[in-house]
């Protein structure tokens, strides 16, 4: 059963820190793009950042551009998202997702196969 799960969301003030984690297992991705997605309340899920399968190519939306970094180690199956001098505006569900068989970024949900549950980021003053 291919699972992605996310973690390392919580409570945050506005400028703290969080770093969340997307361990896979059931599949490997290590030759599949990867991205995360954020849901806000009452909003469309959007494109945060996606990572190539080896890491080497990036792409970040423009508004957490300098803020955030995607990155993923394949050897321990997970992918992260740093994210620092968090906003109000950054509260929201995040998801990782996987691309099957793809190992270019691409900012369109359907271009992803596989998805984790989502993890709840709260920015608070």
């Known amino acids: 059963q291919v699972q992605l799960v996310e973690s390392g969301g919580g409570l945050v003030q506005i400028g703290g820190s969080l770093r969340l984690s997307c361990a896979t297992s059931g599949r490997t991705f290590s030759r599949d793009a990867m991205g995360w997605f954020r849901q806000a309340p009452g909003a469309e899920r959007e494109f945060v950042a996606g990572?190539?399968?080896?890491?080497?190519?990036?792409h970040h939306t423009d508004s957490v551009q300098g803020r955030f970094t995607i990155s993923r180690d394949n050897a321990k199956s997970t992918m992260y998202l740093q994210m620092n001098n968090l906003k109000p505006e950054d509260t929201a569900v995040y998801y990782c997702?996987?691309?099957?068989?793809?190992?270019?970024?691409?900012?369109?949900?359907?271009?992803?196969?596989?998805w984790g549950q989502g993890t709840q980021v709260t920015v608070s003053s």
């Open positions: 997702a996987a691309q099957g068989g793809r190992p270019f970024i691409s900012d369109l949900e359907s271009d992803y196969d596989y």
């Open positions: 990572i190539s399968w080896s890491g080497g190519s990036t």
